[in-house]
């Protein structure tokens, strides 16, 4: 067996592992790509290992980054949308307000 050949049934058996754990990586075409890479020999075990981890740590950063926009365009949302638990009128009765159909002074 060639070298390319038993590197690609290393990583067949590391799938077919992940797969039957409920894991499947070889959904994950930028995964895919950096073992095929080294399938083809044209990077070493340690490279895919250290190209895997900065594809992670890429992942990571994009995931926080779109975590905080969405908490920030959720915050601009909260803050536009008006107040609407005071219903409270002038003499002081809640929820009697003339202008949300209350009786004023009731």
């Known amino acids: 067996m060639t070298t390319e050949q038993t590197?690609?049934?290393?990583a067949d058996r590391v799938i077919a592992r992940a797969r039957a754990r409920a894991?499947?990586?070889?959904?994950?075409?930028?995964?895919m790509a950096i073992v095929e890479l080294w399938v083809?020999?044209?990077?070493?075990i340690q490279e895919m290992r250290r190209r895997y981890i900065a594809l992670l740590?890429?992942?990571?950063r994009?995931?926080?980054?779109?975590?905080?926009?969405?908490?920030?365009e959720r915050a601009g949302e909260i803050s536009t949308v008006p107040d609407?638990?005071?219903?409270?009128?002038?003499?002081?009765?809640?929820?009697?307000?003339?202008?949300?159909g209350?009786?004023?002074g009731t």
């Open 7 to 10: 590197r690609r049934s290393i």
């Open 102 to 104: 209350g009786v004023a």
């Open 40 to 44: 083809m020999g044209e990077i070493s």
């Open 57 to 60: 740590q890429e992942r990571s």
């Open 23 to 31: 894991t499947p990586i070889d959904g994950d075409p930028e995964y």
């Open 62 to 72: 994009t995931t926080d980054h779109l975590a905080t926009a969405i908490d920030e």
């Open 84 to 100: 609407m638990g005071n219903h409270s009128n002038q003499d002081g009765f809640p929820g009697r307000d003339p202008a949300l």
